[in-house]
Structures are given as C-alpha cells and as structure tokens.
C-alpha cells in the first residue's frame, strides 16, 4: 500500500538529494568548528560558507544558525533589542508555541515587558491591538500560519511610525507566498521544506549577527544547500497545491455536514489547511486515516504533546475538537488528493455511525 505524509507544514521527509548531502557535509565537517587543529578549521570554514550563502539568498547582512527555533528567535530578539531602546516583546495567540516561548523567555532575560496580542477571525494581529502600542518593541511573528494557512497582515507602517523592530519566522512561507517586505530579522526551520534538524536560522537585515556556539556544521551545509535547491523548485509547486487545497475545501464543505475548514483561500498559504468536523475524535480520524496511507496532523501542530486542541483554533474562535491538520508537499498527484477525500468522508461517516451521532 502507497503512503502519502500530509502534513508537511512545518517538516517535510527529507529527498534523497538532501540525504546525499548531508552525509557528504557529516564525513567533512565531523569536527567541533572551534577546534583549534585542521579538521576543526574545515567545519568552521564550511560552517562560515552556509552562513554566507543564507544570507545571500535573503539579502541580508549575515546569518546564524541555531540548532531550535526557540533559540532562533531569542537570538534574534535580542539583536533586535541592540538596535535601539525597546519596551516590550510581542507576539500574537496564533504564532507557533515556540516562538512564543522564546519571546517570553528573551523579554524575560532582557528585562522587558511581554505581551501575545490577540487575533481577528482569519488569524492576522488585532489592528486595534496594534495600534493601541505606542512605544517602540520587538514583535516576532509568523510570516504565515502553521495550521490555518492565514498570511500575517503587512504593519511595516506601523512599525516605522512606533520605531518597533519586526522578527518574522518563515519556516510556513518561504517559496509558497512572497516573503515581509519589512524586516529587521527573519528565523527559520527549514525541516519545513526538508533540510535536516538542528540548524534553524537566523538572517538580519542590517547587520552580521552575532555567532554563538554551534556544533553541528554539517546540518547548516545541508540546509543552506536545501534552501537553495527549494526555491528553484518552489515556484512549479504553488499552483498545484493551490489548485488541490481548493479542491479539498470544496469537497469536504460538500460531502461532509457539521464541517469547519480554515485556509484554502486566495490570500491564505497555498498549501495549509485546517479541517475540524463536529461529533468525531480527531485522533481517531487521524488513526483510521494513517491505516488507509495517508498521514495527517492532529491538535496543535507545534505543541509538545500530541493530541492538545489547536491553540490557533482557540484563538480564532474556531472548533477544535475533530480536528485535522492538512500540509500537502510539493508535488502531489491530484487522484492522491481525490482518494483521500474520499477517505476522509467515509472515515468521519464510519465514526459517527459507530458513536450514534449520524444524522446530528
């Protein structure tokens, strides 16, 4: 039986080209880049390249790596706060948990005040929220939304008007939707777009950051490669998942009652959707849908323990119980997504049958 992972949004299985350089990056840069001795000086020399390479695909000033996005964005917020003079770090209640988590933490070593805004009905920052800030902070967001495929609203206005800096994570958009046009930082975890784990970076747009300690030179090698290697391929993959998204949202408004979908439209991310259907358990679709081949997320896509309700639904106001989480990778065949619509009817039909709810 065939297998197909739907839920690709924030990591993708890595391609067999990625695999190949990796290893190749994993027998040349094994060594600690701050060894003082040659094989140290070749990770750090390979290490120093992926470094420039990143930054020059995003224009930036310089790039680090990071082996978390949590580190990522509290490297990022703090060089942002060396900036200038910052009241407070922000984020939004739909912004990945981690994000959130390392904004909390860097206020909280920086000594600032903290604060997650709230969000409209489509997930993007309250503009009454922002506007009520009058001071100059740091907001980190998400450039797109990890379960509900909303693209963040442009406040580039804003932030020039109350001298704030932006840090957006890029890890749901980079090559399916163009990136902020304003930005003093950007992180990302490319396993989204399937580079290897433990090399999440960070790019500033005005000057080199700051390099920590980073020991793991061959998974920046692989994901300044697969960066690269991504955004050639990216732009043939927006139009079909654009084109699958739409089909699966009509389809499942169509042959399933009691549903509630997010994403899908023509401003949300192409290839992100949010399914929550009344009077099932999520992880029982999502266990009778892995037996049938087709891998979905379930709950909150980037909380720690799975199965926990979908924060950005909670946010939203939307229903987070039988709830589905759908991140189609580039490439997909369509009768690969028409099979699995069918799938997904008759699975929520099977389990609402055997619970006594059909017909509710």
Not at 6 to 23: F, G, H, I, K, Y
Not at 54 to 75: H, I, K
Not at 238 to 245: E, L, S
Request: charged share 15%; with cysteine.
């Amino acid at each position: 039986m065939s297998r197909f992972v739907l839920d690709c949004a924030l990591s993708r299985p890595v391609s067999d080209q990625t695999a190949q350089w990796l290893v190749a990056a994993v027998q040349r840069a094994w060594a600690v880049p701050s060894a003082g001795y040659h094989e140290g000086k070749v990770s750090d020399a390979l290490l120093k390249g992926s470094e420039s390479d990143m930054a020059q695909v995003f224009g930036a000033a310089g790039c680090t790596f990071e082996p978390t996005l949590r580190l990522a964005v509290s490297t990022a917020v703090a060089d942002a706060v060396q900036s200038g003079v910052h009241t407070a770090v922000v984020t939004t209640a739909t912004d990945p948990l981690e994000l959130q988590l390392g904004c909390r933490q860097s206020a909280a070593s920086l000594g600032l005040d903290f604060d997650v805004l709230p969000v409209t009905r489509a997930g993007r920052v309250d503009p009454a929220a922002l506007a009520a800030i009058g001071t100059p902070v740091v907001l980190a967001g998400a450039a797109g939304n990890q379960e509900i495929g909303s693209v963040q609203s442009d406040i580039s206005d804003w932030a020039s008007t109350t001298g704030s800096a932006l840090v957006w994570d890029i890890s749901t958009t980079l090559g399916w939707a163009a990136l902020p046009s304003t930005w003093d930082s950007m992180v990302m975890d490319p396993r989204a777009w399937g580079a290897p784990a433990g090399a999440c970076a960070v790019v500033s747009a005005a000057r080199p950051v700051a390099r920590r300690s980073f020991e793991n030179p061959a998974a920046a090698v692989a994901t300044a490669l697969c960066t690269q290697a991504w955004l050639t391929a990216a732009p043939e993959s927006v139009a079909g998942a654009r084109r699958q998204t739409t089909r699966i949202r009509a389809r499942v408004e169509a042959e399933i009652d009691g549903v509630e979908v997010h994403g899908g439209g023509a401003d949300d991310l192409p290839h992100i959707l949010s399914v929550s259907v009344l009077y099932v358990d999520a992880e029982t679709i999502q266990s009778r849908l892995d037996v049938a081949g087709y891998a979905v997320g379930s709950g909150s896509a980037c909380a720690s323990q799975s199965g926990m309700p979908s924060h950005v639904l909670a946010a939203i106001g939307g229903l987070t119980a039988g709830n589905i989480r759908i991140g189609l990778p580039p490439g997909l065949p369509d009768d690969v997504v028409d099979a699995f619509v069918d799938a997904l009817v008759e699975v929520v039909a099977r389990e609402r049958a055997e619970m006594g709810t059909d017909g509710l």
